[in-house]
């Protein structure tokens, strides 16, 4: 099954006190580069996500980022109160009314809310974060994040293979002509080379037979394309294997278009015939685009 190496995922989680929001994406690349941006201060969290995602993936360039906040349902503070302070401060307002009634002075009553604006009678911290613990509850999260990437990197791989195999069936179709129309060709050669031999017999005295039989020999061979063809049928046939087998198979596939493209090019020095040699720029155009899709696959 062919399997992109272009995906996109998100997902958003709670549990531990913190909510959050993956973020997991990936383009073709040559090998597997992983790029992480998460909280470095939940321990031993981005060695862990790199590991997962080496042992799920096998190429592309991958980034995973991660958003974390302290879930606020739970509050995000804990407020408790300085008793020492709120004691010294209860003391000193009834000194101050004591000596204001000595005085004959009438103030007012404080609140509870003027009592409670005193600089560290609220004492407001963060409750403790147990690191342990959330990272738990991340890397449970992360294999239904990693479902849902890899379904979608399998969905346009689906596409992908279509794609390739319509541009296979496109090579077949043309690999036919080109020979109809390398023995078409020969046939024309042939006579344009006696004509050619002929005259050369009439205006060279001597000219040695066996050396001339070799020189027709080598230049029929450099003239023939038929092993040509028959590796562009083997290619296309190990192409389609490769499309239907499991796993990553797309450096294979990448070395085969180059194989692919070979055999075209010595096509085209061959052709020595106009009609073959658009089959074999027809050839070179569907090669070209067949490899840039085989860029994608993993």
């Known amino acids: 099954m062919t399997v ?22 990936s383009v073709n690349g040559k090998g597997l580069d992983v790029r992480l941006r998460v909280p470095d201060w939940i321990d031993g969290l981005e060695h862990m ?9 096998h190429r592309g360039n991958v980034s995973l980022s991660l958003k974390l906040a302290r879930d606020e349902s739970l509050g995000a503070e804990a407020i408790r109160l300085n008793t020492n302070i709120l004691a010294g401060v209860l003391a000193a307002l009834k000194q101050v009314e004591d000596a204001a009634m000595a005085a004959g002075v009438t103030l007012g009553q404080p609140t509870g809310a003027d009592v409670l604006a005193v600089r560290g009678i609220i004492d407001a911290t963060a409750p403790e974060t147990d690191t342990v613990l959330i990272r738990a ?9 990693l479902a849902e ?11 992908l293979n279509a794609v390739i195999l319509a541009q296979l069936d496109r090579i077949a179709d043309v690999l036919p002509q080109a020979q109809a129309e390398a023995e078409a060709r020969q ?9 050619q031999i002929a005259r050369l017999m009439e205006a060279s005295e001597g000219l040695d037979p066996n050396r001339l039989a070799q020189e027709l020999a080598l230049i029929a061979v450099k003239n023939d394309v038929t092993e040509e063809l028959d590796r562009l049928t083997a290619h296309v046939a190990a192409a389609r294997a490769l499309l239907g087998e499991m796993g990553p198979v797309g450096r294979k596939f990448d070395f085969l278009t180059q194989e692919f493209m070979r055999e075209a090019n010595t096509l085209c020095s061959k052709s020595q015939s106009l009609a073959l040699t658009r089959i074999g720029l027809d050839l070179k155009t569907v090669i070209d ?3 840039e899709q085989v860029q994608n696959v993993e």
């Open 289 to 291: 685009q067949m490899r």
């Open 4 to 25: 992109s190496m272009t995906g996109f995922a998100a997902r958003k989680g709670q549990g531990a006190g913190f909510s959050w929001t993956w973020d997991l994406r």
């Open 137 to 145: 509850a991340l890397l449970a999260d992360l294999d239904p994040l």
């Open 187 to 195: 046939a024309t050669a042939a006579g344009a080379l006696r004509t």
């Open 49 to 57: 996500l790199k590991t997962e995602l080496a042992a799920k993936l």
């Open 149 to 159: 990437f890899k379904a979608m990197r399998a969905a346009e791989g689906a596409a």
